[in-house]
């Protein structure tokens, strides 16, 4: 015989010696059946088909997704076949752009061919530039990777009137290129300002093929006119009277409402386009980056709700079917408990976990998972996670006695059964009542239904009531944890009698 075979047979003899107390079983979370049970997301979002096998996967999620009570207009270009304003002040009512997937922020970008108008956005009444007036502080911000840089070539465009009692002025807002550099023009939107038109424009080559975000900003408060290409000020103007700082600010007004024409001729991509009610800050890391970074440095983190499983669950194991780039990381963290009631950001205590490793010391009713999801070092790749597979042991319920034997006595019922064959049960309970399948009774010194009897097989109930029928059953609970209650045994009934007194 050999060593192998002999190890074999020791190993299925010792197999079969074990008291099967638990069952494998595993819970899916993601995959074909969604991410429903996630709870809380935070800088993570679901990507619709964009994980293995084309299931919905969790991915960190970029600063084109961030919106607030500022947000005046959010266009990402995500969505392959719909531009659409994320925060529904603003309408598309033309769009000849292409999706294309080769972004710099999300899931997507937009294409400018320069042949047909791009994008028109017509305002709400809640708009920024859906209404006539005062405007304040704004910001006016996109990424841009133009295929040439042509002379003329104008990225954003708004055109309108300004009307009173005695005379119309031509407003406008321009973005355009002239000798590889995006200049924006401003004619008649600053009330006062000793120059009806304000050219600003940056100082660095704008180098095609080559993504670069271009942001421009005015602050009514102190009247600086500011642009930034990628976070770093190129050019600046105080829109004041004297037209030096501290001087008396011309605040912007907008005459007639007018559309908002983006890309109407321009050649190369465009993403994250966005407007702002109120001047850059460089500490709303939010809302702008201090550079070029597609995901933020720590990164995101999700969670599922409390999951109820059952009762003294094991937890063994997670598996999990993920993309992970060089340089990224997701890091798993599992937590349970007997019931899910007052848990606290931190209490119970997380555990870390690894992904096809033991898991140990892990076990409870309910468990909740989290991971956090890091960007690679600059910030331009994320992880993604398709599937997550819970591996764990539900422990089995003990089989009820096979035969159960009720025998009246004077103001007592004796029951008695046969000791369950399973090696599982470590204890009986027993049940009683007046009537069949209901064990509601509370009368019997031994005390109310169930009685716990332990390790025994009979029990004599006493304070019955003569003459009144009562109807019992037996169940075995679970040597590893009594709260696991197997199934009711057969009913028996009796009827105790003064005549069966003892003499």
């Known amino acids: 015989m050999s060593i192998k075979r002999i190890v074999s047979q020791k190993v299925a003899f010792f197999l079969l010696a074990l008291p099967l107390f638990a069952s494998p079983r595993t819970l899916i979370l993601g995959g074909e059946k969604g991410w429903g049970e996630i709870s809380e997301l935070n800088g993570v979002v679901v990507g619709q088909k964009n994980g293995q096998f084309g299931y919905d996967a969790l991915e960190l999620s970029t600063h084109s997704v961030v919106t607030d009570s500022s947000t005046d207009l959010l266009l990402t270009f995500d969505e392959e076949k719909k531009v659409r304003d994320a925060t529904g002040h603003y309408s598309v009512t033309q769009n000849n752009l292409v999706y294309t997937a080769d972004s710099v922020k999300g899931g997507g970008a937009a294409m400018s061919r320069g042949i047909q108008k791009g994008v028109t956005l017509t305002g709400s009444s809640s708009a920024l530039f859906g209404k006539s007036g005062f405007i304040g502080s704004f910001t006016i911000e996109f990424w841009l990777c133009p295929s040439l840089a042509e002379n003329g070539e104008t990225v954003l465009s708004w055109r309108s009137s300004l009307n009173d009692d005695v005379r119309s002025e031509y407003q406008m807002i321009s973005a355009s ?120 440095a720590d990164g995101g983190r999700f969670m599922t709700k409390p999951i109820l499983v059952s009762q003294a669950a094991v937890f063994n194991q997670i598996d999990a079917l993920m993309s992970v780039p060089s340089q990224t990381d997701i890091r798993f963290y599992i937590r349970s408990g007997d019931n899910c009631y007052g848990w606290t950001e931190d209490k119970p205590e997380w555990k870390e976990i690894v992904p096809g490793e033991q898991i140990s010391d892990v076990k409870g009713m309910y468990f909740q998972l989290a991971a956090s999801l890091l960007p690679d070092g600059a910030g331009s790749r994320s992880p993604k996670l398709s599937e997550i597979v819970v591996k764990y042991d539900e422990q089995n319920e003990p089989l009820p006695p096979f035969s159960v034997v009720a025998t009246p006595g004077d103001g007592s019922v004796t029951i008695s059964w046969s000791f369950s064959v399973d090696d599982n049960a470590g204890g009986y309970y027993v049940y009683y009542g007046n009537r069949p399948g209901e064990y509601l009774g509370r009368t019997a010194v031994e005390g109310s239904s169930p009685v716990n009897v332990g390790e025994k097989n009979s029990i004599t109930l006493t304070g019955l009531e003569n003459g009144r029928i009562y109807y019992f059953a037996v169940s075995a609970y679970s040597r590893v944890d009594g709260r696991i209650n197997g199934t009711l045994s057969k009913e028996v009934f009796a009827r105790p009698s003064s005549r069966l007194s003892k003499k």
């Open 177 to 296: 290129f002239f000798n590889n550099h995006l200049e924006w023009t401003f004619n008649n939107i600053f009330i006062g300002f000793r120059n009806s038109e304000i050219h600003i424009s940056g100082y660095n080559t704008i180098v095609p093929q080559k993504w670069s975000r271009h942001t421009i900003s005015f602050d009514d408060e102190t009247g600086l006119l500011e642009y930034l290409v990628d976070g770093r000020t190129e050019s600046l103007a105080f829109i004041t009277m004297s037209g030096h700082e501290n001087g008396t600010v011309c605040y912007p007004v907008l005459g007639v409402k007018a559309a908002i024409e983006l890309c109407p001729d321009y050649v190369g991509k465009i993403d994250n386009v966005k407007i702002e009610r109120g001047a850059h800050s460089r500490k709303n890391s939010d809302i702008f980056l201090t550079g070029n970074e597609k995901y933020k």
